[in-house]
C-alpha cells in the first residue's frame, strides 16, 4: 500500500520476521500452473512481501472464472519477482512492476506475464512510476527520479527532486513528485517537485505538509496528496494542488492515508496505528464536502486496509486487507454502493492493482 511511508513499514517488517517465519508452513502455496489464454477480463495482484524475505508475487484473479492463479510471475518465468514490490502499472500492453529493495523495475508482456525487460536501477530504491509521452518515470527514495524510454527501455536521464521521493504522477503536461524524506524521522520532506518533462527540471517546488508520499490527479485540473506527518504530533493531512497555477490551494481536514479517485468521487481511507482502527470514506470532489463517513455498507470488516483502487471500467472499489501483515492478505471489489460483490485471499501484504478491462 502503499504503500506507507518505507522507512515506519520497514521497521515493523523487521519486528515480524519471527512471526513469519512461523506461519509460512500454513500460508505458503504452490504456484499455481497459468492457462494457456491470455490474461484479459481480470486483475493483476502485487504481494509486496516481506523486507529481506524476496518474496514478492504476481497474482491474476479471473473476473469470469472467478479464479486465482497464484504467484503468475515465477509460473511463468521461473525465477521469482523480488524483495518488495511496490508498484505495479499498465501502460499500453505492458506491465510495469516496481521492486524496491532489489532495485529493479521488472517489464512484462500484460497479456502473457512473460518478462520482457528486468531494468536495474542499483542503489536507487525505486518506489513508484508513472507515465507520460512515451517515457517512464520512476521515484527513487536516493532523491532522483528516472526517466526510461518505453520503447527501448533506455534510462534517459536522472533528476533529483528532493529528500526520498515516493508518490509520483503527471497531471496537464506536467509531473507532480512528493519529497517524502520518509527516512528521516526528525527531518521529513515537505515539497512536491513541479517536473517538465520536456526539459527534464524541476520548474517549482511547491510546499505541502511534512511526508508527503501519495499523488493522485483528477483529471488535468488537480492533483491531491497525502502527507503521512510525523506519526504523532502531525496527523496525516490530505491537500490539493491546482496542476495550472501550481499552488496548494487546499488542505482538507480530513486524515487521509490513502485516497482513490473516480470522476467526481474521492475514496479515502485512513488507519491508527495505535488503536488499529480504520474507516473508509467517499469525497465528492466537486462540492469538496464528505458523502459518508462509512463507504461500506453491508457489514463488511476491513482490519488494516493497504491498498485502494478504482476500476475505470466499471467503477467497483478495490481494497486490500494485510491483516496483521505475517500472513497472506485479502483483496475485496465492492460495487459503487459500498456492497461486497466479492473477496479472495492473494499473497503476503496485496498492496498494488491493475485491470485488464
Given at each position: 500500500?502503499l504503500?506507507?511511508?518505507f522507512?515506519?513499514k520497514?521497521?515493523?517488517?523487521?519486528?515480524?520476521?519471527?512471526a513469519?517465519?512461523?506461519?509460512?508452513?500454513?500460508?505458503?502455496r504452490e504456484?499455481?500452473?497459468p492457462?494457456?489464454?491470455a490474461?484479459s477480463n481480470?486483475?493483476?495482484?502485487?504481494?509486496?512481501g516481506?523486507?529481506?524475505?524476496n518474496?514478492?508475487?504476481?497474482?491474476?484473479?479471473d473476473l469470469?472464472k472467478?479464479t486465482?492463479?497464484?504467484d503468475v510471475?515465477t509460473?511463468?518465468?521461473?525465477r521469482?519477482l523480488?524483495?518488495?514490490?511496490?508498484d505495479l502499472?499498465?501502460?499500453?500492453?505492458?506491465?510495469?512492476?516496481?521492486?524496491n529493495n532489489s532495485?529493479?523495475?521488472e517489464?512484462?508482456?500484460?497479456?502473457?506475464?512473460?518478462?520482457?525487460k528486468?531494468i536495474?536501477?542499483?542503489?536507487?530504491?525505486?518506489r513508484?512510476?508513472a507515465?507520460?509521452?512515451?517515457?517512464?518515470?520512476?521515484?527513487?527514495?536516493?532523491?532522483d527520479?528516472?526517466k526510461i524510454?518505453?520503447?527501448t527501455?533506455?534510462?534517459?536521464?536522472?533528476?533529483h527532486?528532493?529528500?526520498n521521493?515516493?508518490?509520483?504522477?503527471?497531471c496537464?503536461?506536467?509531473?507532480?513528485?512528493?519529497?517524502?524524506?520518509?527516512?528521516?524521522?526528525?527531518?521529513?520532506g515537505?515539497?512536491?517537485?513541479?517536473?517538465d518533462?520536456?526539459?527534464?527540471?524541476?520548474?517549482?517546488?511547491i510546499?505541502?505538509?511534512?511526508n508527503p508520499?501519495?499523488i493522485?490527479?483528477?483529471g488535468?485540473?488537480?492533483?491531491?496528496?497525502v502527507s503521512n506527518?510525523?506519526?504523532?504530533?502531525?496527523?496525516?493531512?490530505?491537500?490539493k494542488?491546482n496542476?495550472?497555477?501550481d499552488?496548494?490551494?487546499?488542505?482538507?481536514d480530513?486524515?487521509?492515508?490513502?485516497i482513490?479517485?473516480?470522476?467526481?468521487k474521492?475514496?479515502?481511507?485512513?488507519?491508527?496505528?495505535?488503536?488499529?482502527?480504520?474507516w473508509i470514506?467517499?469525497?465528492n470532489?466537486?462540492?469538496?464536502e464528505?458523502?459518508?463517513?462509512?463507504?461500506?455498507?453491508?457489514?463488511?470488516?476491513?482490519k488494516?486496509?493497504?491498498?485502494?483502487?478504482?476500476?475505470?471500467?466499471?467503477?467497483?472499489?478495490?481494497i486490500?486487507?494485510?491483516g496483521?501483515?505475517?500472513a497472506?492478505?485479502?483483496?475485496?471489489?465492492?460495487?459503487?454502493?459500498g456492497r461486497?460483490?466479492?473477496?479472495?485471499?492473494a499473497?503476503?501484504c496485496p498492496s498494488?492493482?491493475?485491470?485488464?478491462?
Amino acid at each position: 500500500m502503499l504503500s506507507f511511508d518505507f522507512f515506519r513499514k520497514s521497521a515493523r517488517r523487521l519486528t515480524l520476521v519471527a512471526a513469519v517465519a512461523l506461519c509460512l508452513a500454513s500460508c505458503g502455496r504452490e504456484p499455481a500452473k497459468p492457462s494457456q489464454s491470455a490474461f484479459s477480463n481480470g486483475v493483476f495482484i502485487l504481494n509486496e512481501g516481506l523486507l529481506h524475505q524476496n518474496n514478492s508475487t504476481l497474482s491474476f484473479y479471473d473476473l469470469d472464472k472467478k479464479t486465482l492463479t497464484y504467484d503468475v510471475f515465477t509460473s511463468v518465468n521461473k525465477r521469482g519477482l523480488g524483495d518488495i514490490g511496490n508498484d505495479l502499472q499498465r501502460y499500453g500492453g505492458r506491465l510495469y512492476c516496481v521492486v524496491n529493495n532489489s532495485n529493479i523495475v521488472e517489464v512484462m508482456n500484460a497479456a502473457t506475464a512473460k518478462s520482457l525487460k528486468t531494468i536495474s536501477l542499483p542503489g536507487k530504491q525505486p518506489r513508484h512510476i508513472a507515465f507520460l509521452g512515451g517515457k517512464a518515470y520512476i521515484s527513487c527514495f536516493d532523491g532522483d527520479v528516472v526517466k526510461i524510454d518505453t520503447a527501448t527501455f533506455a534510462i534517459e536521464g536522472m533528476l533529483h527532486t528532493g529528500p526520498n521521493p515516493d508518490g509520483i504522477c503527471a497531471c496537464n503536461g506536467k509531473l507532480y513528485v512528493a519529497n517524502s524524506g520518509g527516512l528521516n524521522t526528525h527531518n521529513y520532506g515537505n515539497t512536491v517537485s513541479v517536473v517538465d518533462p520536456g526539459s527534464f527540471t524541476v520548474t517549482k517546488d511547491i510546499t505541502v505538509e511534512i511526508n508527503p508520499t501519495r499523488i493522485r490527479n483528477h483529471g488535468n485540473d488537480y492533483i491531491y496528496v497525502v502527507s503521512n506527518g510525523n506519526y504523532s504530533t502531525v496527523p496525516f493531512t490530505l491537500q490539493k494542488i491546482n496542476c495550472h497555477t501550481d499552488k496548494l490551494e487546499k488542505t482538507f481536514d480530513i486524515e487521509a492515508l490513502n485516497i482513490a479517485i473516480h470522476g467526481e468521487k474521492a475514496y479515502i481511507y485512513s488507519y491508527n496505528y495505535s488503536t488499529q482502527e480504520s474507516w473508509i470514506k467517499v469525497m465528492n470532489l466537486a462540492t469538496e464536502e464528505l458523502e459518508t463517513e462509512s463507504f461500506i455498507t453491508d457489514g463488511t470488516k476491513i482490519k488494516t486496509p493497504y491498498m485502494i483502487e478504482v476500476n475505470p471500467s466499471s467503477g467497483d472499489v478495490w481494497i486490500s486487507d494485510v491483516g496483521n501483515y505475517t500472513a497472506n492478505g485479502d483483496v475485496y471489489c465492492f460495487d459503487r454502493n459500498g456492497r461486497k460483490k466479492l473477496s479472495f485471499e492473494a499473497g503476503l501484504c496485496p498492496s498494488s492493482i491493475c485491470f485488464m478491462k
